[in-house]
Protein backbone atom coordinates (compact mmCIF):
# COMPACT_ATOMS: atom_id res chain seq x y z
CA UNK A 1 0.00 0.00 0.00
CA UNK A 2 1.43 3.54 -0.76
CA UNK A 3 1.24 5.89 1.88
CA UNK A 4 -1.78 8.26 1.88
CA UNK A 5 -1.08 12.11 2.30
CA UNK A 6 -1.30 11.90 5.83
CA UNK A 7 1.50 9.42 6.30
CA UNK A 8 3.64 11.09 3.73
CA UNK A 9 3.72 13.83 6.21
CA UNK A 10 4.51 11.39 9.03
CA UNK A 11 7.23 10.14 7.21
CA UNK A 12 8.77 13.12 6.90
CA UNK A 13 8.40 14.75 9.68
CA UNK A 14 10.21 11.27 11.46
CA UNK A 15 13.31 12.67 9.85
CA UNK A 16 13.29 16.23 11.22
CA UNK A 17 15.68 16.12 14.69
CA UNK A 18 15.14 18.53 17.44
CA UNK A 19 16.50 21.58 17.21
CA UNK A 20 15.77 22.29 13.42
CA UNK A 21 14.27 25.55 11.92
CA UNK A 22 11.99 24.37 9.60
CA UNK A 23 10.05 26.27 6.52
CA UNK A 24 7.02 24.48 5.38
CA UNK A 25 5.27 25.20 2.06
CA UNK A 26 1.94 25.66 1.24
CA UNK A 27 -0.26 23.02 0.87
CA UNK A 28 0.84 19.14 1.67
CA UNK A 29 4.09 19.99 3.35
CA UNK A 30 2.21 22.00 5.88
CA UNK A 31 0.55 18.95 7.51
CA UNK A 32 3.99 17.97 8.40
CA UNK A 33 4.32 20.40 11.68
CA UNK A 34 1.14 18.24 12.93
CA UNK A 35 3.53 15.28 13.03
CA UNK A 36 6.26 16.78 15.14
CA UNK A 37 5.34 16.02 18.66
CA UNK A 38 6.13 19.63 20.55
CA UNK A 39 8.32 17.34 22.77
CA UNK A 40 10.69 17.60 19.96
CA UNK A 41 11.65 20.88 19.57
CA UNK A 42 11.38 22.11 16.08
CA UNK A 43 11.23 25.61 15.20
CA UNK A 44 8.77 25.95 12.39
CA UNK A 45 8.92 29.40 10.12
CA UNK A 46 6.81 31.16 7.91
CA UNK A 47 7.86 33.74 5.13
CA UNK A 48 5.29 36.36 7.11
CA UNK A 49 7.97 36.63 9.71
CA UNK A 50 6.88 34.24 12.28
CA UNK A 51 9.38 32.03 14.00
CA UNK A 52 7.99 29.18 16.26
CA UNK A 53 4.50 28.05 15.01
CA UNK A 54 2.73 26.10 17.54
CA UNK A 55 -0.60 23.96 17.27
CA UNK A 56 -3.65 24.58 15.36
CA UNK A 57 -5.71 27.35 17.64
CA UNK A 58 -8.42 25.70 19.47
CA UNK A 59 -11.94 26.83 18.06
CA UNK A 60 -12.90 30.49 19.46
CA UNK A 61 -9.02 30.77 20.54
CA UNK A 62 -8.09 32.07 16.61
CA UNK A 63 -6.02 35.30 16.69
CA UNK A 64 -7.15 37.11 13.67
CA UNK A 65 -3.63 38.54 13.51
CA UNK A 66 -1.53 35.74 13.13
CA UNK A 67 -1.41 33.58 10.42
CA UNK A 68 1.00 31.74 8.09
CA UNK A 69 2.22 31.89 4.86
CA UNK A 70 -0.94 29.62 3.93
CA UNK A 71 -2.92 32.72 5.36
CA UNK A 72 -4.68 30.00 7.60
CA UNK A 73 -4.95 30.81 11.52
CA UNK A 74 -1.42 29.82 13.54
CA UNK A 75 -0.70 30.49 17.15
CA UNK A 76 2.65 30.65 17.97
CA UNK A 77 4.15 29.21 20.73
CA UNK A 78 6.33 30.12 23.81
CA UNK A 79 10.04 31.41 22.28
CA UNK A 80 7.88 32.13 19.35
CA UNK A 81 8.63 35.51 17.56
CA UNK A 82 7.84 38.27 15.16
CA UNK A 83 9.74 39.82 11.93
CA UNK A 84 9.24 42.27 9.14
CA UNK A 85 9.64 40.24 5.71
CA UNK A 86 13.08 41.73 5.12
CA UNK A 87 14.35 39.64 8.23
CA UNK A 88 12.44 36.36 7.45
CA UNK A 89 13.68 36.38 4.51
CA UNK A 90 17.26 36.96 5.52
CA UNK A 91 16.42 34.12 7.60
CA UNK A 92 15.59 32.03 4.05
CA UNK A 93 18.13 33.64 1.84
CA UNK A 94 21.10 33.70 4.40
CA UNK A 95 21.29 30.36 5.11
CA UNK A 96 19.94 30.24 8.41
CA UNK A 97 17.01 27.84 7.34
CA UNK A 98 17.78 24.36 8.21
CA UNK A 99 15.23 22.53 6.00
CA UNK A 100 12.55 23.63 3.60
CA UNK A 101 9.71 21.36 2.55
CA UNK A 102 7.95 22.37 -0.78
CA UNK A 103 5.65 20.97 -2.78
CA UNK A 104 6.65 20.25 -6.25
CA UNK A 105 5.68 19.40 -10.28
CA UNK A 106 9.04 17.99 -11.34
CA UNK A 107 12.39 16.92 -9.62
CA UNK A 108 15.47 16.48 -11.58
CA UNK A 109 17.99 13.55 -11.19
CA UNK A 110 20.85 17.14 -10.33
CA UNK A 111 18.38 17.95 -7.81
CA UNK A 112 16.51 20.98 -10.10
CA UNK A 113 13.38 21.98 -8.94
CA UNK A 114 10.12 22.68 -11.20
CA UNK A 115 7.22 23.62 -8.95
CA UNK A 116 5.84 27.51 -9.44
CA UNK A 117 4.65 27.65 -13.35
CA UNK A 118 3.28 24.91 -15.85
CA UNK A 119 4.66 26.76 -19.09
CA UNK A 120 7.13 29.34 -20.60
CA UNK A 121 3.85 30.81 -21.41
CA UNK A 122 2.00 30.95 -18.23
CA UNK A 123 2.83 34.53 -18.24
CA UNK A 124 1.56 35.45 -14.62
CA UNK A 125 2.31 32.67 -12.21
CA UNK A 126 2.79 33.15 -8.31
CA UNK A 127 6.24 32.32 -7.46
CA UNK A 128 5.47 33.50 -3.72
CA UNK A 129 8.52 32.39 -1.59
CA UNK A 130 9.39 29.70 -3.55
CA UNK A 131 12.38 30.77 -5.27
CA UNK A 132 14.36 32.30 -2.07
CA UNK A 133 13.64 28.96 -0.51
CA UNK A 134 14.92 26.90 -2.88
CA UNK A 135 17.90 28.96 -2.89
CA UNK A 136 18.60 29.74 0.58
CA UNK A 137 17.60 26.85 2.57
CA UNK A 138 20.16 24.46 3.95
CA UNK A 139 18.51 21.50 2.91
CA UNK A 140 15.61 21.20 0.70
CA UNK A 141 12.74 18.46 0.43
CA UNK A 142 10.19 18.20 -1.78
CA UNK A 143 6.77 16.09 -0.44
CA UNK A 144 4.72 15.42 -3.66
CA UNK A 145 2.72 12.59 -5.39
CA UNK A 146 5.29 10.44 -7.31
CA UNK A 147 3.23 10.70 -10.39
CA UNK A 148 0.50 13.09 -11.87
CA UNK A 149 -3.10 12.64 -11.37
CA UNK A 150 -2.50 10.99 -15.07
CA UNK A 151 0.09 8.90 -14.46
CA UNK A 152 2.68 11.09 -15.64
CA UNK A 153 6.40 10.35 -13.59
CA UNK A 154 7.57 13.54 -11.91
CA UNK A 155 11.04 11.95 -10.93
CA UNK A 156 12.26 13.11 -13.95
CA UNK A 157 16.06 13.45 -15.87
CA UNK A 158 15.02 16.99 -16.56
CA UNK A 159 12.62 19.13 -15.35
CA UNK A 160 9.67 20.34 -18.56
CA UNK A 161 8.63 22.96 -16.43
CA UNK A 162 10.16 25.59 -15.99
CA UNK A 163 12.91 26.27 -13.10
CA UNK A 164 12.08 27.37 -9.42
CA UNK A 165 15.68 26.36 -8.29
CA UNK A 166 18.79 24.83 -9.44
CA UNK A 167 20.10 21.84 -8.44
CA UNK A 168 19.23 21.84 -4.48
CA UNK A 169 16.78 19.65 -4.00
CA UNK A 170 18.51 16.71 -1.12
CA UNK A 171 15.34 15.09 -0.43
CA UNK A 172 11.13 13.84 -1.80
CA UNK A 173 9.29 11.96 -0.23
CA UNK A 174 6.44 10.80 -2.47
CA UNK A 175 3.67 8.45 -2.02
CA UNK A 176 5.85 5.34 -3.19
CA UNK A 177 9.24 6.04 -1.39
CA UNK A 178 11.87 8.12 -0.19
CA UNK A 179 14.64 9.38 -2.22
CA UNK A 180 17.68 11.04 -1.81
CA UNK A 181 19.22 13.18 -4.63
CA UNK A 182 22.96 11.96 -4.64
CA UNK A 183 25.27 14.72 -6.67
CA UNK A 184 26.73 12.46 -10.01
CA UNK A 185 24.95 9.48 -9.49
CA UNK A 186 20.92 10.90 -9.27
CA UNK A 187 18.01 9.41 -7.24
CA UNK A 188 18.50 6.71 -4.71
CA UNK A 189 15.69 4.91 -3.29
CA UNK A 190 16.17 5.08 0.96
CA UNK A 191 12.90 3.50 1.68
CA UNK A 192 9.75 2.68 0.15
CA UNK A 193 6.22 2.66 1.65
CA UNK A 194 5.13 -0.66 2.70
CA UNK A 195 4.05 -3.31 -0.13
CA UNK A 196 5.74 -1.19 -3.17
CA UNK A 197 8.81 -3.00 -5.04
CA UNK A 198 11.65 -0.89 -6.16
CA UNK A 199 10.63 -2.31 -9.86
CA UNK A 200 7.07 -0.25 -8.96
CA UNK A 201 8.88 3.00 -7.91
CA UNK A 202 11.28 2.55 -10.96
CA UNK A 203 8.63 2.17 -13.89
CA UNK A 204 6.86 4.88 -11.85
CA UNK A 205 10.05 6.90 -12.56
CA UNK A 206 11.72 8.93 -15.53
CA UNK A 207 14.92 8.76 -14.39
CA UNK A 208 16.99 6.00 -12.96
CA UNK A 209 16.47 4.83 -9.74
CA UNK A 210 19.79 3.19 -7.50
CA UNK A 211 19.36 1.01 -4.99
CA UNK A 212 21.20 2.34 -1.51
CA UNK A 213 24.79 1.12 -1.89
CA UNK B 1 5.72 70.81 17.55
CA UNK B 2 5.69 67.89 15.01
CA UNK B 3 2.79 66.97 14.26
CA UNK B 4 2.48 64.08 11.73
CA UNK B 5 -1.26 63.18 12.59
CA UNK B 6 -3.82 64.22 10.23
CA UNK B 7 -7.21 64.71 11.08
CA UNK B 8 -8.98 62.79 7.97
CA UNK B 9 -8.17 60.28 5.34
CA UNK B 10 -8.89 62.79 2.65
CA UNK B 11 -5.92 64.74 4.11
CA UNK B 12 -3.96 61.90 4.68
CA UNK B 13 -3.85 60.82 0.74
CA UNK B 14 -3.78 64.57 -0.04
CA UNK B 15 -0.95 65.14 -3.13
CA UNK B 16 -0.60 61.69 -4.53
CA UNK B 17 0.51 62.36 -7.80
CA UNK B 18 -0.64 60.05 -11.25
CA UNK B 19 1.93 58.38 -12.07
CA UNK B 20 3.03 57.61 -8.70
CA UNK B 21 4.76 53.96 -7.73
CA UNK B 22 2.73 52.75 -4.40
CA UNK B 23 3.94 50.52 -2.07
CA UNK B 24 1.04 49.07 -0.25
CA UNK B 25 1.45 46.81 3.12
CA UNK B 26 0.06 43.60 4.61
CA UNK B 27 0.07 39.92 4.08
CA UNK B 28 -3.31 38.18 3.58
CA UNK B 29 -5.82 41.10 5.40
CA UNK B 30 -3.71 40.83 8.41
CA UNK B 31 -1.71 44.42 7.94
CA UNK B 32 -3.54 45.44 5.10
CA UNK B 33 -4.32 49.24 5.02
CA UNK B 34 -7.59 48.66 3.86
CA UNK B 35 -8.68 52.48 4.83
CA UNK B 36 -5.95 53.95 2.98
CA UNK B 37 -6.38 51.90 -0.40
CA UNK B 38 -10.22 53.14 -0.09
CA UNK B 39 -8.96 57.04 0.34
CA UNK B 40 -6.84 56.61 -2.47
CA UNK B 41 -9.83 55.11 -4.23
CA UNK B 42 -11.55 58.94 -3.32
CA UNK B 43 -8.32 60.52 -3.82
CA UNK B 44 -8.13 59.79 -7.78
CA UNK B 45 -4.83 59.17 -8.36
CA UNK B 46 -4.21 57.09 -11.59
CA UNK B 47 -1.39 55.37 -14.17
CA UNK B 48 -0.55 54.33 -10.23
CA UNK B 49 2.11 51.28 -10.00
CA UNK B 50 1.07 49.12 -7.03
CA UNK B 51 3.66 47.13 -5.71
CA UNK B 52 1.83 44.60 -3.02
CA UNK B 53 2.44 40.73 -2.34
CA UNK B 54 -1.13 39.82 -4.03
CA UNK B 55 -2.92 41.14 -6.68
CA UNK B 56 -5.82 42.43 -5.10
CA UNK B 57 -8.90 39.91 -4.14
CA UNK B 58 -12.62 40.16 -4.66
CA UNK B 59 -13.95 43.65 -6.02
CA UNK B 60 -12.61 46.15 -2.91
CA UNK B 61 -10.07 47.63 -2.39
CA UNK B 62 -6.93 46.94 -4.22
CA UNK B 63 -8.75 45.20 -6.77
CA UNK B 64 -11.47 47.96 -6.80
CA UNK B 65 -8.52 50.72 -7.62
CA UNK B 66 -7.36 48.22 -10.58
CA UNK B 67 -11.26 47.69 -11.55
CA UNK B 68 -11.13 51.60 -12.18
CA UNK B 69 -8.59 51.49 -14.52
CA UNK B 70 -6.48 53.23 -12.33
CA UNK B 71 -3.37 50.81 -11.95
CA UNK B 72 -0.82 50.64 -14.72
CA UNK B 73 1.60 47.84 -13.55
CA UNK B 74 1.42 45.68 -10.31
CA UNK B 75 4.72 44.32 -9.13
CA UNK B 76 4.38 41.76 -6.76
CA UNK B 77 5.46 37.58 -5.77
CA UNK B 78 1.54 35.91 -5.83
CA UNK B 79 -0.71 37.64 -8.72
CA UNK B 80 -2.51 34.70 -8.74
CA UNK B 81 -4.54 33.77 -5.49
CA UNK B 82 -8.22 32.91 -4.72
CA UNK B 83 -10.81 35.14 -5.78
CA UNK B 84 -8.08 37.67 -7.75
CA UNK B 85 -10.72 37.88 -10.36
CA UNK B 86 -10.12 41.35 -11.57
CA UNK B 87 -6.63 40.57 -11.99
CA UNK B 88 -7.53 37.52 -13.90
CA UNK B 89 -9.86 39.66 -16.58
CA UNK B 90 -7.89 42.59 -16.68
CA UNK B 91 -4.54 41.08 -17.08
CA UNK B 92 -5.78 38.69 -20.41
CA UNK B 93 -7.02 41.86 -21.50
CA UNK B 94 -3.63 43.58 -21.66
CA UNK B 95 -4.76 46.73 -19.67
CA UNK B 96 -1.99 46.10 -17.24
CA UNK B 97 1.51 45.42 -16.79
CA UNK B 98 2.92 42.61 -14.78
CA UNK B 99 6.28 42.12 -12.85
CA UNK B 100 6.66 39.15 -10.80
CA UNK B 101 9.20 39.00 -7.74
CA UNK B 102 10.12 36.61 -5.41
CA UNK B 103 8.83 37.22 -2.47
CA UNK B 104 12.37 37.58 -0.20
CA UNK B 105 13.66 39.54 -3.33
CA UNK B 106 10.73 42.10 -3.19
CA UNK B 107 11.04 42.76 0.25
CA UNK B 108 14.98 43.25 -0.06
CA UNK B 109 14.65 45.47 -2.91
CA UNK B 110 12.33 47.83 -0.74
CA UNK B 111 15.04 47.41 2.31
CA UNK B 112 17.66 48.18 -0.20
CA UNK B 113 15.85 51.51 -1.36
CA UNK B 114 15.36 52.63 2.24
CA UNK B 115 18.82 51.97 3.20
CA UNK B 116 20.66 53.46 0.41
CA UNK B 117 21.84 50.38 -1.66
CA UNK B 118 21.03 51.21 -5.35
CA UNK B 119 21.33 47.31 -6.11
CA UNK B 120 22.62 43.63 -5.03
CA UNK B 121 23.24 40.20 -5.97
CA UNK B 122 20.92 37.56 -4.34
CA UNK B 123 21.33 33.50 -5.53
CA UNK B 124 17.17 33.35 -5.56
CA UNK B 125 15.89 33.42 -8.89
CA UNK B 126 19.67 32.30 -10.57
CA UNK B 127 19.19 30.07 -14.20
CA UNK B 128 15.03 30.95 -14.07
CA UNK B 129 12.84 32.97 -15.82
CA UNK B 130 12.79 35.52 -13.14
CA UNK B 131 16.58 36.01 -13.99
CA UNK B 132 15.88 36.62 -17.79
CA UNK B 133 17.87 39.90 -19.00
CA UNK B 134 19.24 40.82 -15.89
CA UNK B 135 23.18 40.46 -14.70
CA UNK B 136 24.28 37.70 -13.24
CA UNK B 137 27.72 37.46 -11.51
CA UNK B 138 29.59 34.54 -10.03
CA UNK B 139 30.98 35.30 -5.84
CA UNK B 140 32.86 32.27 -4.16
CA UNK B 141 32.48 29.79 -7.14
CA UNK B 142 28.29 30.50 -6.87
CA UNK B 143 26.24 32.20 -9.40
CA UNK B 144 23.85 35.12 -8.11
CA UNK B 145 21.64 37.85 -9.65
CA UNK B 146 21.94 41.67 -9.72
CA UNK B 147 18.47 43.29 -8.66
CA UNK B 148 18.21 47.02 -8.30
CA UNK B 149 16.22 49.16 -5.06
CA UNK B 150 12.37 49.05 -5.36
CA UNK B 151 11.67 52.82 -4.43
CA UNK B 152 8.43 54.32 -3.99
CA UNK B 153 6.95 57.46 -4.12
CA UNK B 154 3.90 56.85 -1.59
CA UNK B 155 3.76 53.53 1.07
CA UNK B 156 0.39 53.05 2.48
CA UNK B 157 1.11 50.82 5.90
CA UNK B 158 -1.42 49.78 8.84
CA UNK B 159 0.21 49.38 12.30
CA UNK B 160 -1.68 48.93 15.48
CA UNK B 161 -0.58 52.10 17.58
CA UNK B 162 1.29 54.84 16.39
CA UNK B 163 2.56 58.53 17.88
CA UNK B 164 2.82 62.32 16.46
CA UNK B 165 6.08 61.41 16.11
CA UNK B 166 5.45 58.82 13.33
CA UNK B 167 7.35 55.48 15.57
CA UNK B 168 5.24 52.74 14.80
CA UNK B 169 4.52 49.15 16.25
CA UNK B 170 2.85 46.70 14.72
CA UNK B 171 0.96 43.32 15.75
CA UNK B 172 1.74 39.96 15.30
CA UNK B 173 2.14 38.76 12.04
CA UNK B 174 0.63 42.40 10.78
CA UNK B 175 4.31 43.66 10.77
CA UNK B 176 4.88 41.58 7.58
CA UNK B 177 6.10 44.23 4.58
CA UNK B 178 5.06 47.17 6.34
CA UNK B 179 8.69 48.01 8.13
CA UNK B 180 10.51 47.26 4.72
CA UNK B 181 7.58 49.37 2.83
CA UNK B 182 7.53 52.78 5.65
CA UNK B 183 11.84 52.68 4.43
CA UNK B 184 11.57 52.39 0.92
CA UNK B 185 8.93 55.48 0.34
CA UNK B 186 9.50 59.35 -0.11
CA UNK B 187 6.07 60.10 1.64
CA UNK B 188 5.04 56.75 3.72
CA UNK B 189 1.30 56.93 5.33
CA UNK B 190 0.33 55.11 8.43
CA UNK B 191 -3.00 54.11 9.15
CA UNK B 192 -3.04 53.35 13.03
CA UNK B 193 -5.72 51.40 14.81
CA UNK B 194 -4.26 53.12 18.03
CA UNK B 195 -2.88 56.62 18.59
CA UNK B 196 -0.74 57.10 21.61
CA UNK B 197 1.07 59.78 23.65
CA UNK B 198 4.61 60.58 22.99
CA UNK B 199 6.47 58.16 24.78
CA UNK B 200 3.43 55.97 25.12
CA UNK B 201 5.02 53.49 22.83
CA UNK B 202 8.07 51.49 24.58
CA UNK B 203 11.33 52.97 22.43
CA UNK B 204 12.29 48.96 23.00
CA UNK B 205 9.12 48.06 21.27
CA UNK B 206 9.13 50.79 18.12
CA UNK B 207 9.19 48.91 14.92
CA UNK B 208 9.40 51.44 12.88
CA UNK B 209 11.02 54.69 14.01
CA UNK B 210 8.98 57.92 13.06
CA UNK B 211 11.73 58.94 10.49
CA UNK B 212 10.45 56.66 7.97
CA UNK B 213 7.04 57.79 8.24
CA UNK B 214 5.25 61.18 7.34
CA UNK B 215 1.44 60.89 7.70
CA UNK B 216 -0.45 59.12 10.75
CA UNK B 217 -3.90 58.84 10.65
CA UNK B 218 -6.49 56.96 13.17
CA UNK B 219 -8.89 54.17 12.04
CA UNK B 220 -9.59 51.16 14.00
CA UNK B 221 -10.21 49.07 11.63
CA UNK B 222 -11.37 46.13 14.06
CA UNK B 223 -9.82 42.84 13.61
CA UNK B 224 -8.64 42.10 10.23
CA UNK B 225 -11.33 39.62 9.49
CA UNK B 226 -14.17 41.62 9.55
Redesign the interface.
Same mark, same amino acid.
Given at each position: MPFNRDQMAARAADDIPEGWVVNLGVGMPTNISNKVPLEREVIFQ?????LGIGPAPAPGHE?????NAG?GLIT?RPGGS?????D???M??GGHIDLCVLGGFEVAENGDLANW?TS?ND @? *?????????LG??AKRLWVLMDHTTKDGRPKLVEACGY?? @? *??GTVNRIYTNLGVFEVQRGLGFVVLDLAPGVTFEEAQSKSAAKLHRPS | MINKIVQSMADALAGVKDGSTVLIGGFGKVGQPDALIEALIEQGATDLTCVCNNAGTGRAGLARLMELGRVRKIICSFPRSEGSVVFEDLYKQGKLELEIVPQGTMAERMRAAGAGVPAFYTATSHGTLLARGKEEREFNGKMYVMEHALKGDVALVEAWEGDRWGNLAYRDSGRNFNPVMAMAAEMTIAQVAHLRDLGEIDPEKVHTPGIFVQRVVHFDRGTPWT
Open positions: SENGVNPWLIKLYCHHASFAIRAE @T *APAVGGAMDAGPL @T *AL | -
